[in-house]
């Protein structure tokens, strides 16, 4: 019987004053009763329009409704068919704009937790030691992965199980890529990414860590001398970008690429145990409006900040991140200043930073993204007090792989040029994930690797 409750069923979370200081998980985990109750609110429709809304497929009514019968690990199994990293993606995902955005549910009331309920399975079976066991029919074809990101990481599991020799050439010392590096440990603990990456490595996925791909290897040396029949190119977008304005080379300006890696890598999340490896002072600017100026913010005031603002050029309703980050970091003490762009840093004369100095500014007409453009709003100038700012307004690919690779086509900005399938303008090189769509996300990216796989897998069974 359908449960017509309106509203989800809620899962618990840690106080905003306490988890404000600490780097423990935010959002815990249904109990096997609640998830039950959830799965309930499914209406199982015959046209599954959440399926359709998620970029790899889930069979989403398929599992809920083992999750309502109790079959928590079967329901697993059925996420797992589609979904590679179904505990990362069941924390990390915009599922208010994709699956849950779609459910029929949503009409009159809130949708069903369908992210929830896919933490829960996958929660639930790494808690009760699942070990299924893939039978893999090796071929004993190569095919390399530049990037353990969610999209090289998605590739190549997909293209494990279908029997290739799958190498991922991974130039940080920790596999995961954004995965690791630039998500917090308070919104996917790193402990659950190496279980995921494991499982991976269990299909007989190779990782080779350290390993700059256009430094220590190029494409072509992969190809012709070391026997990779293909090569998926999932390098992300790591280079962040700047705003051009004077106190940018400030000591305590950081781009929030680089203060999460350092963060994550450095295992920061574990203070006060161990020193922080920035100075974020008792007040820190946030510039952007995105998830990743969410996690820069949050994850500052965590380092002992007292003051965190996030400055946006537009309004809270403009901005990109989810809501419930936005929830999340407003809960948790930190000031959203709004219709306000910074216009310089100000800094000492050791070159500490000492404020900020700003203009406010007002929304004009729709720009090219259907957002109202900001627009500054002449003598409003005034000057925030802060000690630190980090800059969180985007990021692009890094050139270093398409740049040695002869015959690549890319986008001005950057991106690598593929088609629908991945397919690059070089024989039996595929890219996909962040590096052809500028930074998006877990999901998205997770998406063009599967794609890429299938488009692999043809390519080298029709070759």
């Not at 019968?69 to 924390?91: H, M, S």
């Not at 933490?119 to 790494?126: G, I, K, L, N, V």
């Amino acid at each position: 019987m359908i449960n017509k409750r309106e509203t989800k069923v809620q899962n618990k979370e840690l106080d905003p004053n306490i988890r404000n200081s600490n780097f423990e998980e935010v959002a815990g985990v249904y109990t096997p009763e609640q998830a039950i109750e959830e799965a309930t609110r499914c209406l199982n429709c015959k046209h599954k329009p959440c399926v359709g809304a998620c970029p790899v497929n889930v069979r989403i009514p398929e599992f809920i409704e083992l999750v309502a019968q109790g079959k928590f690990t079967e329901a697993y199994d059925v996420i797992k068919t589609t979904n590679a990293l179904p505990a990362i993606c069941g924390r990390v995902c915009p599922q208010e704009t994709q699956c849950e955005g779609q459910c029929v549910r949503g009409r009159k009331g809130e949708p069903v937790a369908i992210g929830r309920l896919e933490r829960f399975c996958a929660d639930y079976a790494m808690a009760n030691g699942y070990k299924k066991e893939d039978k893999i029919e090796k071929n004993g074809i190569k095919v390399a992965v530049i990037g353990s990101g969610p999209a090289g990481l998605s590739c190549a599991g997909d293209l494990a199980k279908l029997g290739y020799d799958v190498t991922v050439f991974e130039s940080l010392h920790t596999p995961g890529g954004v995965l690791t590096y630039g998500i917090p440990e308070f919104r996917l603990p790193k402990s659950l990414v190496s279980k995921e990456i494991a499982a991976l490595e269990k299909l007989g996925v190779k990782i080779e860590v350290n390993s700059v791909i256009g430094r220590l290897l190029t494409i072509d040396e992969l190809k012709d001398e070391y026997g990779f029949k293909a090569v998926f190119i999932a390098t992300g977008a790591g280079l962040p970008s700047f705003m051009g304005i004077p106190g940018e080379n400030l000591n305590t300006v950081f781009s929030a690429n680089e203060f999460l890696t350092r963060v994550n890598l450095m295992k920061a999340y574990e203070y006060p145990k161990v020193d922080t490896p920035y100075y974020v002072g008792n007040a820190c600017a946030i510039i952007g409006g995105g998830n990743v100026a969410m996690d820069a913010a949050r994850t500052a005031k965590r380092l002992g900040a007292k003051k965190v603002y996030i400055v946006y050029r537009r309004t809270r309703a403009e901005m990109p991140a989810r809501a419930e980050e936005i929830h999340h970091a407003i809960e948790e003490g930190i000031e959203l200043i709004e219709l306000t762009s910074p216009i310089q840093i100000l800094g000492d004369e050791k070159g500490n930073v000492t404020g900020m100095e700003c203009i406010r500014m007002e929304l004009g007409e729709p720009d090219a993204s259907g957002r109202r453009r900001p627009v500054k709003i002449d003598g409003s100038n005034y000057t925030i007090n802060v000690n630190s700012v980090i800059i969180a307004i985007g990021q692009t690919p890094n050139p270093l792989v398409r740049e040695s690779l002869d015959g690549l086509k890319t986008q001005s900005w950057g991106g690598i040029i593929a088609d629908e399938n991945g397919k690059t303008s070089v024989e039996g090189v595929y890219a996909g994930g962040d590096a052809v769509s500028g930074a998006a996300t877990v999901i998205l990216a997770m998406g063009a690797g599967k794609t890429a796989a299938k488009a692999i897998d043809e390519y080298l069974t029709r070759g």
